[in-house]
């Protein structure tokens, strides 16, 4: 699934720092469908959350330029990435031995403070006066002062002599650093933070969290760049700065123009639209009879929403015929038996990538339509969050899943399956003579999500949480949440992701691989 990850100012604010109805109304609208959407800003939580109250945001958010990745409405800090004591040391002797004023970010008791010289008062003046009544601001008499307390994250405006500041704000002494024109006047931002710290790292920590398979990010300054470019599509909004646009795979709109919303909803939409004309396609073609409740339909509507050019399907490769093959490589949709591709696999993997698409039906209703043509019952929708079956797919061609040709691609589906028949009574579906006389056709009706595995590591998203260090197989499957994954501890044994360490009694030991 995409994460859709957005800089605050000059890219999704508009340049009064506001956010219009349209892009709320348009997100929540995405957001309440399942699209993944957050933020990553240089603000603080205070700064940020106030201006975003009205979008229904869940997912973790990044602030102060990555130094937090936090819980949107609470702000509770979820990752943290801050200074060393050795770096705060270094900052501290070079702004007193070069009389600079910083603004500094801390902890002070639990509380979060910005602490500033009193004396050299002018020097954060601009920033005092856009934060009128902000009960984070500290003034204070002298150096020590202003660096007591968990310090995180320090700013200078309008910083004379950059080149002297980049000497020694570097990696080597535990710093990252960015410099740049504020978006909203001519002030410079001179801003220091922990070397782990920065929006490409954050960011990356977000999608782990979240098991997203793919990153969009969006942004308009120069702290976005390394974003841009962590991202697999990072795009510029019309009135970015040229350094940005260079890095960037698309430029959109200008900020003013609700750019981010719009190419959101335009880019969803077109998934959405693209999957409904694969599934008409697929039932034109395929006719189910009665008595069948037909696999094919899935089948087919998947390959038309991979491939859906005809000249891209059943390709001859050798003795085999491959589903589809294009520019990405072959594609192989197989809704069950995954160990029927096996001598396919061992062809098809010897040349080229093969894109191993297997659905996993999520959610599913059953409808049941009279000779006339009406429905007369709707079940409830049945969820199915279980992998079980997955596991058992997966197991059943574990030597192939080393093999960096390979991608797999879960497809979760929602899916209905409509029930026709004749006469009054709704037939009793578990009487086999019944089902005979009707007919049956399970339909897909929306990919919830894609998630793929395109290297071994990918496959440590399988991993339960909160493992002990060395754990058995029945503490895996209490992990895990379900008594019989105990195939997915082999699925991840097979990858090199989990490895046997000894035994406790009878049962193995096992551990997990450092990546």
């Known amino acids: 699934m995409t994460l859709y990850v957005t800089d605050l100012d000059g890219t999704f604010l508009k340049n009064n720092a506001t956010v219009s109805d349209f892009s709320i109304g348009t997100l929540n609208s995405l957001i309440e469908n399942g699209v993944l959407f957050t933020y990553a800003t240089a603000r603080s939580f205070s700064s940020a959350a106030p201006l975003l109250k009205k979008l229904n945001l869940e997912l973790p958010a990044v602030i ?29 002797k070079f702004m007193r031995e070069n009389s600079v004023a910083p603004l500094v970010y801390s902890y002070i008791n639990g509380e979060e403070k910005v602490s500033f010289l009193e004396e050299k008062i002018d ?66 931002w001179y801003e220091i933070y922990d070397k782990n710290a920065g929006k490409a790292a954050a960011v990356r920590q977000v999608k782990a969290l979240l098991n997203a398979d793919k990153l969009v990010c969006f942004g308009d300054n120069k702290n976005d760049i390394e974003m841009l470019k962590a991202a697999d599509l990072g795009v510029a909004v019309g009135n ?14 200008e900020n003013e123009k609700d750019a981010v919303a719009k190419f959101i909803e335009r880019r969803e939409n077109a998934t959405t639209d693209r999957f409904k004309k694969a599934v008409d396609l697929a039932r034109n073609r395929i006719k189910t009879t009665v008595g069948t ?13 991979f491939a859906p050019f005809s000249d891209e399907q059943e390709v001859k490769i050798g003795s085999f015929f491959a589903d589809a093959v294009n520019e ?14 096996r001598e396919k696999l061992a062809v098809f993997l010897e040349s080229t990538r093969v894109n191993l698409v297997h659905p996993f039906i999520c959610e599913s209703k059953t409808l049941f339509i009279n000779g ?45 399956k409509i029930v026709s028949f004749d006469g009054g009574e709704i037939p009793d579906l578990r009487n086999k003579n019944v089902r005979k006389k009707c007919k049956i056709e ?32 029945k503490e895996f499957c209490k992990a895990a949440g379900e008594a019989n994954s105990s195939l997915r501890l082999e699925v991840l044994r097979e990858i090199g992701i989990v490895k046997a360490v000894g035994k406790r009694k009878n049962a193995f030991v096992y551990t997990i691989e450092k990546g």
């Open 64 to 92: 102060f330029n990555g130094v937090f990745v936090i819980n949107p409405k609470t702000g509770e800090r979820l990752i943290e990435n801050v200074f060393t004591k050795k770096s705060l040391k270094i900052a501290k």
């Open 123 to 188: 020097c954060v003046r601009c920033y005092l006066d856009s934060r009128k009544g902000d009960k984070r601001m500290r003034a204070v008499k002298n150096y020590d002062e202003l660096f007591e307390g968990e310090i995180f994250y320090l700013t200078v405006l309008n910083a004379d002599n950059v080149g002297l500041f980049d000497e020694i704000f570097t990696a080597e002494n535990g710093f990252s650093h960015n410099f740049q024109v504020d978006t909203y006047d001519d002030t410079t």
């Open 240 to 253: 970015s700065f040229e350094e940005l646009k260079k890095v960037a795979d698309i430029i959109i709109e």
């Open 293 to 305: 409740q037909n696999e094919k339909i899935i089948h087919a509507a998947l390959k038309n929403y």
């Open 328 to 341: 990405n490589g072959i594609f192989e949709i197989q809704t069950k038996q995954l160990y029927k591709l």
């Open 372 to 416: 006339e043509g009406e429905i007369v019952k709707r079940e409830k929708p049945r969820k199915n969050s279980s992998w079980l079956k997955i596991f058992e797919e997966l197991y059943s061609i574990r030597n192939f899943l080393r093999n960096d040709n390979l991608k797999i691609i879960i497809v979760k589906l929602k899916a209905e």
């Open 442 to 473: 399970k339909i897909p009706t929306e990919i919830v999500e894609e998630i793929r595995f395109e290297k071994a590591e990918d496959f440590r998203r399988l991993l339960p949480e909160k493992l002990p260090e060395n754990f058995t197989k």
